[in-house]
Nanobody, 123 residues
């Protein structure tokens, strides 16, 4: 199982970024997948995740209404569209999966992690 996250980079305040996570070694529409972030000096926190058990999604309160998780099964890719970016969104963002169809916002539930992509503070 491998996950490759990308898409981080400089952005203007209030701007947008789309992160991508290309997965391999498992069927994307079978296992739950999530996005997490870790800011300097802080614990890793759940941002959003997608459950294949019922198609539901989870968003952390801090990102509701601004971030959207989506996927393209044909491309084995999960996306995180981030709009109206704020300085507090600055972090390294990770995608992860667990061998379960339901997603959880807790990082320690996840078995496999991508390498992370940096989203710096909006310039």
């Amino acid at each position: 199982v491998q996950l490759q996250a990308s898409g981080g980079g400089l952005v203007q305040p209030g701007g947008s970024l789309r992160l991508s996570c290309v997965v391999s070694g498992f069927i994307l529409d079978y296992y739950a997948i999530g996005w997490f972030r870790q800011a300097p000096g802080k614990e890793r926190e759940g941002v959003s995740c997608f459950s294949n058990s019922d198609g539901s999604t989870y968003y952390a309160d801090a990102v509701k209404g601004r971030f959207t998780i989506s996927r393209d099964n044909a491309k084995n890719t999960v996306y995180l569209q981030m709009n109206s970016l704020k300085p507090e969104d600055t972090a390294v963002y990770y995608c992860a999966t667990l061998q379960h169809r339901m997603c959880y916002p807790q990082a320690d539930e996840y078995d496999y992690w991508g390498q992370g992509t940096q989203v710096p503070s909006p310039a």
